[in-house]
């Protein structure tokens, strides 16, 4: 519930963002099963955010959950060989996503990597940012008709606009399918992915009929179908000499070869890939800017001063030489919305062997649960956790947060590849937009934090636009 205290020290009103009403205590095992299924993220109870270390028997099994940035660092580089995907994350993951790179394991997982890296350098980020900057144009000329009063949902807005970065950058070809269509497909796709049911939660094997858990099988068609076309195309094209093939998404995945055996992607694994970037690469930004918007419109001081930084740094256009490293509010805004909305709001492993965390015995098999969502609000790593202050992020500040304290893109071998691309194509997106328009919330609407795969807000963010 959003809460709004205003009888501050000074007089000063203090804005605490939306979040579900923390139970006071563990939840009983139904209360745990049903919040999973409805809105995981109201299952943590007021404990784990002030304690660093949970530890107990559950309908899941035995769980440890970490929130204390050595742990964080032990699970995910000091000690990482010792913790695999776990398998309720593989188990809700599984249908369309499975063995793409956020899932796989192992070799293949390690074959993957290495060959899609080259599409997220330092280097072949400079390189997607004219891309980038025109589809934060095509988004600005997409609302130029509109009127001001106009009430839009920035949640599809900026999921139709992510999606659109993709098509320019790693799936130059296209989708093959109306970009509108093919966003509302991935979030209800992920909306009913992401309704944990308790059976697998309590690991019932994949014929227990799943009651009351939303097909996706229609989605999945949809997406089949589509990757078969983009693929069947580019084949054609590999066919013909004289055409050069692109080396973009398709191309890298087309051409990935295990080091020891030389053998390819099955045509299984090219399409979980393509899904899994789709899915990982826009949805998620998409939450983060929408929330970024939102946040802004509830410190109006703090948004001037955004719109101000806009209007200087963008007068040479983005390509003026340091633009990008100027446009620090910017980056500070979507940085703390990271913070406060982690799109990927739990992060989980399994632990091969028995392990100590924190002086504690993590037995063989146990799960390690680490919630960015938790650890970023967490009372012994933030000040003020729960309010919106962006300033903790500007330059000579930021410095003293420390690494494993804040998760949003993970840490590791396994840190997402695309946090680098996220953190341009965020910082391009949200500039464009306040530099050109002002969002409020539209008047009534009662903003609440929904955790289905990523983060999102439960029904939309409806916001009235206004010129500037
Ligand atoms: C704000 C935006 C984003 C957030 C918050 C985010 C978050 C994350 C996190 C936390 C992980 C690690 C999961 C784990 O350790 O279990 C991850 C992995 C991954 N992300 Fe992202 N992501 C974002 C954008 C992107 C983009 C733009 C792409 C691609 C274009 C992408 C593709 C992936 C992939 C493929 C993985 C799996 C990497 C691996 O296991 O090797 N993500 N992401």
């Known amino acids: 519930m959003p809460v709004m205290e205003t009888a501050q020290a000074g007089g000063q009103a203090r804005f605490l963002t939306p ?3 923390r139970p006071k205590g563990p939840l009983g095992p139904i209360s745990f099963l049903a919040g999973m299924w409805n809105n995981p993220l109201a299952t943590w109870s007021e404990e784990s955010f002030r304690v660093p270390y949970i530890q107990t028997d559950s309908v899941m099994g035995r769980i440890c959950i970490a929130h204390d940035p050595a742990a964080v660092r032990r699970v995910f580089v000091d000690h990482v060989a010792n913790y695999r995907k776990d398998k309720l994350q593989l188990r809700v993951l599984s249908p369309g996503l499975g063995n793409g790179l956020l899932t796989a394991e192992g070799e293949l997982w390690k074959a993957q990597r290495r060959a899609l890296a080259p599409l997220f350098t330092p280097r072949a980020i400079d390189a997607f940012q004219p891309a980038m900057v025109a589809s934060a144009r095509w988004l600005i ?5 509109l009127r001001d009063g106009r009430r839009l949902d920035i949640a599809a807005e900026m999921s139709r606009a992510t999606l659109e970065v993709l098509q320019r950058t790693i799936f130059p070809a296209g989708l093959k399918r109306d970009p509108g269509e093919f966003a509302r497909a991935m979030s209800r796709y992920f909306e009913r992915l992401g309704q944990v049911h308790p059976f697998d939660i309590i690991g019932l094997p994949k014929w227990a009929p799943r009651i009351g858990k939303r097909d996706t099988s229609n989605e999945l068609t949809f997406f089949g179908e589509a990757i078969a076309e983009l693929l069947a195309e580019r084949r054609e094209t590999a066919a013909d000499s004289n055409a050069a093939t692109p080396r973009d998404l398709l191309g890298l995945l087309l051409a990935a070869r295990d080091p020891q055996t030389g053998i390819g992607l099955t045509e299984a694994e090219i399409n ?8 990982a690469g826009h949805e998620t930004t998409a939450g983060a800017l929408t929330w970024s918007l939102y946040l802004l419109s509830q410190r109006e001081d703090w948004r001037a001063q955004v719109e101000a930084e806009a209007a200087a740094v963008l007068q040479d256009g983005f390509e003026a030489p340091g633009a990008i490293d100027r446009l620090e509010k910017t980056r500070a805004t979507f940085e703390e919305a990271l913070r406060l909305y982690p799109p990927a709001a739990t992060l989980s492993r399994e632990a091969l062997e028995a392990d100590t965390l924190g002086g504690r015995s993590v037995r063989a098999g146990e799960t390690v649960i680490i919630s ?4 970023h609000r967490h009372q012994l790593l933030w000040e003020r956790p729960d309010e919106f202050l962006p300033e903790r992020f500007m330059p000579g500040v930021r410095e003293k947060i420390d690494r494993f304290a ?5 840490a590791g071998p396994r840190v997402c590849i695309g946090g680098g691309f996220a953190m341009r194509e965020g910082v391009i997106l949200l500039a ?22 990523t983060l999102r807000p439960k029904g939309g963010m409806p916001m009235i636009l206004k010129r500037r």
Do not use: D, M
């Open 19 to 21: 979040a579900p009403p």
């Open 432 to 453: 464009a937009i306040v530099q050109k328009f002002r969002f409020n919330l539209a008047p009534g609407h009662v903003v609440t934090p929904v955790q289905r795969i």
């Open 406 to 410: 804040y998760l949003p893109f993970g």
């Open 272 to 279: 979980a890939n393509i899904l899994t970037f789709i899915g």
């Open 141 to 145: 000329e997409r609302w130029s008709p």
């Open 372 to 375: 960015p969502w938790v650890l």
